[in-house]
C-alpha cells in the first residue's frame, strides 16, 4: 500500500518559520513535492525536487521556501521561512510514481498577522 504521510503543520505568527515533512512508503518515487490549498482557491503547486534534486517553486515562494529530499528515506521537507498570511492554506505532499501520482492526507498552514 502506498503512503505519503505528512506532518509538521501548525499556526505562527508572520515571519516565522515551519519545516514540514512527508515520508513516503509503498513504491518508487520519482518527483516529489508539496501542494498547498486555501479557502476558496484552486490546489497550487509551491515546490517540487526531483531524484537528482532539481528543484522548482512558485514565484511567490522563492527566496523563501526550500525543498529538500532524502531519497533513501523516502522522505521530502520543506522548511518555510518568512511566513506571510497569505501562505495560509493546506499543504498537500505529492508524488508521482511509475505510473500513478499520490497524495498525502494535508497539513493546515497557519499564519497569523
Not at 9 to 28: D, E, F, H, N, P
Not at 61 to 74: E, H, L, M, P, Q
Amino acid at each position: 500500500q502506498v503512503q505519503l504521510v505528512e506532518s509538521g503543520g501548525g499556526l505562527v505568527q508572520a515571519g516565522g518559520s515551519l519545516r514540514l515533512s512527508c515520508v513516503g512508503s509503498g513504491t518508487y518515487f520519482s518527483i516529489m513535492g508539496w501542494y498547498r490549498q486555501a479557502p476558496g482557491k484552486q490546489r497550487e503547486l509551491v515546490a517540487t525536487i526531483t531524484r537528482g534534486g532539481s528543484t522548482e517553486y512558485v514565484d511567490t515562494v522563492k527566496g523563501r521556501f526550500t525543498i529538500s529530499r532524502d531519497n533513501a528515506k523516502n522522505t521530502v521537507h520543506l522548511q518555510m521561512n518568512s511566513l506571510k498570511p497569505e501562505d495560509t492554506a493546506v499543504y498537500y505532499c505529492h508524488a508521482r510514481g511509475l505510473t500513478t501520482t499520490y497524495w498525502g492526507q494535508g497539513t493546515q498552514v497557519t499564519v497569523s498577522s
